[in-house]
């Protein structure tokens, strides 16, 4: 195998050089050139698009990411895909302006509040005099000492100056949520990268949204709402959080508050497993259900969506096949464990 290969990805006609034995993704996110993906570990599917010509090798993933069948169709996941030769794919394209530059830095926590039982808020400082540039939605990397990662949304808006907010769920058992729940202290210094992902806001459409999140995966949301509030965005939105019990919709005064703020913002919590102690009163159920009862056409709106694999995963399938959602307005970060990296 010689190489490097040309990547062409259509409908854009858009070219760039992978090396040999390097991945699709890894090649375009080191050139800048704005591809959908998500956890990037073959995992979570989002990186999914159709080879149109050409042969690539796929490394380990997920058959829930890219199934037997798809594979034999064409579908390829872009993020364990290498090229054996030139390569065309058919891709739904992020365009090259919006590929900010993926930056290594040192941040310094500054503050910890538990917000829940098992969720902790983590802001971090980074450094005043090199600018962290991302889109509300994407996501950082913590570099462990051991080289290892760890992926988190960022909460917030990248309006309010040189820091993050993150939404740390325990994972008991985890090397990293471990230590952020029982030793981690303000003005540890921690190394970060980013920023990473797809996800985030499409502002040349007009179209009403449905913001979906599961548990943490309203980290990203709150950045998108942020961003809107910013911008003074008119386009309607209408935010279904769904947690087991009342507890894990950790910041929904938050979201009240903003819902009052913003005329065009709706908010519908959802909670699957109350107790009777809750003494909850509002929507029961599967959080995505919620929406297919309110919205039973989705034939134009747009969908953002995060949070666990089963909730955005079935999100996915069922607004496309049950509610007319054009498969290419739906947009997602499922949150990928771990646990879920290393299933078969």
């Not at 579908?75 to 794919?89: E, H, M, N, S």
């Not at 051991?146 to 907010?165: I, K």
């Not at 259900?289 to 955005?312: M, N, R, T, W």
Request: hydrophobic residues 35%; negative net charge.
């Amino acid at each position: 195998m010689t190489g490097p290969f040309q990547v062409t990805v259509q409908p854009s006609g858009r070219t760039f050089s992978v090396e040999p034995g390097e991945a699709i993704l890894a090649a375009a996110i080191r050139q800048g050139i704005g591809m959908p993906y998500g956890c990037k570990d073959g995992a979570c599917g989002s990186c999914k698009c159709k080879k149109l010509e050409g042969s690539v090798v796929h490394g380990a993933h997920q058959s829930k990411a890219l199934s037997a069948e798809e594979e034999a169709k064409g579908l390829i996941l872009t993020c364990q895909a290498v090229p054996q030769g030139d390569v065309v794919l058919e891709s739904r394209q992020v365009t090259d302006e919006s590929a900010f530059p993926v930056r290594k830095m040192p941040s310094r926590v500054t503050t910890l509040e538990k917000v829940s039982h098992d969720v902790m808020v983590v802001k971090l400082q980074l450094p005043a005099n090199d600018t962290l540039r991302y889109h509300a939605g994407q996501y950082i990397e913590f570099i462990l000492r051991d080289g290892a990662r760890r992926s988190y949304s960022m909460a917030n808006a990248p309006h309010s100056g040189p820091h993050v907010e993150l939404h740390i769920r325990h994972m008991p058992g985890g090397k990293f949520t471990d230590h952020v729940f029982t030793a981690m202290k303000e003005k540890e210094i921690l190394r970060v990268e980013g920023p990473f992902g797809s996800f985030f806001l499409r502002e040349d459409s007009d179209k009403p949204m449905i913001l979906l999140a599961s548990g943490t995966g309203f980290a990203p949301i709150k950045a998108l709402i942020e961003h809107l509030q910013f911008k003074g965005t008119r386009r309607e939105a209408v935010l279904y959080w769904g947690g087991r019990r009342p507890g894990d919709l950790y910041m929904d005064q938050w979201v009240k508050e903003r819902a009052g703020d913003l005329p065009n913002l709706r908010y519908v919590p959802v909670v699957s497993n109350a107790l009777p102690e809750d003494n909850w009163t509002g929507r029961t159920g599967f959080v995505h259900k919620a929406v297919i009862e309110d919205f039973p056409d989705l034939s134009g709106h747009q969908v953002y969506a995060c949070g666990a694999p089963i909730v955005v995963d079935s999100a996915r399938a069922e607004y496309s096949d049950a509610c007319g959602l054009p498969p290419e307005e739906f947009y997602a970060d499922a949150f990928t464990t771990e646990a879920d990296k290393h299933q078969g």
